[in-house]
């Protein structure tokens, strides 16, 4: 039988037109996106309320903060995981089917989200052990959601409107890290009206109320609810008809999944299911192989070094806004407030960069990615991160004025912006395009671990450089470090350097999937055809 007809399922589905399922998945795969947003982002508001309720020093004019190695520990255990279930859950969905992994992944996250908020124990030692053992298993199964849920919504999707649907799951990002913020803001208003307390300069023991140890268990254990209640629907997907066309070989069963998502006329599908598997030579290649190199190894090098780049400088950002916040004076000092005030006025700056920034920098690359394409968003995403990075930077004393902190976070806002109209959507869209299909969940794990590994260095590595290069005003127990303004500017460069390994990723804007990953060339093709870039304005 013509390899024509055996992918026919193939074609279909590239025509597909948009339809209600199409939705119902970016709801359901998206709902994945919201919770792990909002788990890993949310440790962030929650450290300065751990420091002042463990690690309150008797007689310190500051209040209690989270001992260097600890900070690390917390912020950072829940990115290890990540990358672990990246990798992990990238090389299983390749071998069980996508399906088969999914609802690991959501089980995982909603366990440890719910035992974050459990960590058992009254010493600092103990509850910090059991809070980073449960973070770093849900960011394991957050890892997981990375790959799968790029890789099913791909193979669904068609070939005009692929892109915004695989953005558009990752979109939900943005309402992750908005409802972190906005959750804090309710929880720490309610225990604020309830439960008064001085500021930590009138008061420094009253100024934590014993109720405080309560605020961030809920705020962790919140996170389980948005991925509870998409389990059902993640249990009922079936196993995508690429998949099981291509890797499983079973045209037949390939056209009843299609079938029972899509609206797909039962002739047609009688046409391919009578087709029979072939035995494709040019699939014999293995991962890592020789012809795997020639044929996809500057794309994996582009997808893996564009997302390593770019996550030095954007966790750096998310994690660390209180910090940026407070040193150029947005935020009151510490010792000016009460805990569950301090609380409350992170959060609500970090759910105004998130709502004035980050959520739109996402949909926008949602509404125009299948028009002008993944390679042109990158680029000028790249660039005007470079550019507003050094913007605050060079002039960063400037900033740091009470009247100009507005400015400041205009253009801090505006990073953000770039950062989600840009390389933080465009480095999970086209992994899930441009390797063949029995390489495809592994290769976007791949991708992804080391956007984690970029994201690890700068958790670890900001909270350390960003620190005051007099030692006198340094935190509590860090060393000297190259301070703010340095820290941006390496963060800038990072972007530059984002911005020209941008060139070895291949636009796959209006392409299939098999002609990007050229699953339907015969084995003695094996020339490595130039990259070409297709750039639609």
């Not at 470079?386 to 400015?407: C, D, K, Q, V």
């Not at 480095?427 to 690890?456: L, M, N, Q």
Request: hydrophobic fraction near 45%.
């Amino acid at each position: 039988m013509a390899k024509d007809e055996q992918l026919q399922v193939l074609s279909m589905l590239d025509a597909a037109k948009t339809q209600f399922y199409h939705f119902t998945a970016v709801v359901i795969s998206g709902m994945g996106f919201f919770t792990d947003s909002y788990d890993l982002f949310c440790i962030s508001l929650v450290t300065k309320l751990l420091g002042r309720i463990y690690y309150h020093v008797e007689g310190s004019a500051k209040p209690g903060s989270l001992p260097p190695n600890v900070a690390a520990a917390v912020n950072g255990v829940a990115l290890c995981g990540t990358l672990a279930g990246q990798l992990f859950f990238g090389w299983l969905g390749d071998k069980l089917g996508r399906k088969g992994a999914y609802g690991i992944t959501l089980m995982l996250m909603v366990g440890c989200s719910i035992g974050s908020g459990l960590s058992f124990g009254s010493s600092p030692t103990s509850v910090i052990a059991t809070l980073c053992f449960f973070r770093f298993w849900l960011g394991f199964g957050i890892g997981g959601d990375y790959p799968l849920s790029a890789t099913i919504m791909s193979e669904y999707a068609n070939k005009k409107t692929r892109g915004a649907f695989i953005a558009a799951v990752f979109a939900m990002q943005g309402f992750g890290i908005l409802a972190g913020g906005m959750v804090a803001i309710v929880v720490s208003s309610i225990f604020r009206a309830v439960y008064h307390a001085d500021p930590y300069s009138v008061d420094p023991i009253g100024s934590t109320v014993p109720q405080a140890d309560y605020v961030w268990r809920i705020i962790l254990m919140f996170g389980a609810a948005p991925a509870a209640l998409t389990f059902y629907s993640r249990m009922k997907m079936p196993e995508t008809p690429r998949y099981t066309a291509l890797v499983a070989k079973d045209q037949n069963k390939a056209c009843q999944d299609m079938a029972k998502v899509l609206n797909v006329e039962m002739k047609e599908q009688q046409q391919v299911a009578h087709a029979q598997p072939q035995n494709n030579r040019s699939s014999k290649f293995a991962l890592f192989s020789k012809k795997f190199l020639r044929r996809h190894g500057l794309h994996l090098l582009g997808t893996a070094s564009t997302w390593f780049l770019l996550d030095i400088a954007y966790y750096s950002q998310n994690l660390f806004q209180k910090d940026i916040f407070s040193a150029v004076g947005w935020l009151p000092s510490a010792s000016s407030m009460s805990a569950l005030d301090e609380l409350y006025k992170i959060a609500r700056a970090q759910t105004l960069i998130a709502l004035c920034g980050t959520v739109p920098g996402y949909w926008v690359t949602v509404f125009l990615i299948d028009h002008i394409g993944r390679f042109a968003i990158q680029l000028i995403g790249f660039f005007f991160m470079t550019a507003f990075m050094f913007l605050l930077a060079i002039p960063y004393h400037h900033w740091t004025r009470p009247e100009n902190n507005i400015g400041f976070i205009v253009i801090y806002g505006l990073t953000f912006f770039f950062a989600n109209f840009g390389p933080n959507s465009t480095t999970f869209v086209v992994p899930a395009e441009i390797f063949p299909a029995r390489f495809r969940s592994t290769c976007h794990g791949i991708s992804a671990a080391a956007g984690k590994a970029g994201a690890i260095i700068g958790a670890f590595g900001f909270l350390y450089a960003s620190q005051n290069q007099d030692k006198s005003k340094t935190d509590p127990g860090y060393p000297p470090g190259i301070g703010m303004r340095n820290s941006l500017i390496l963060l800038g460069m990072t972007s530059i350097l984002g911005f020209f390994f941008t060139f070895l990723v291949p636009e796959s804007k209006g392409k299939s999937l098999e002609e990007m990953s050229r699953e339907n060339e015969d084995e003695g093709d094996d020339q490595v055809q130039p990259n070409r870039v297709e750039v639609t304005v």
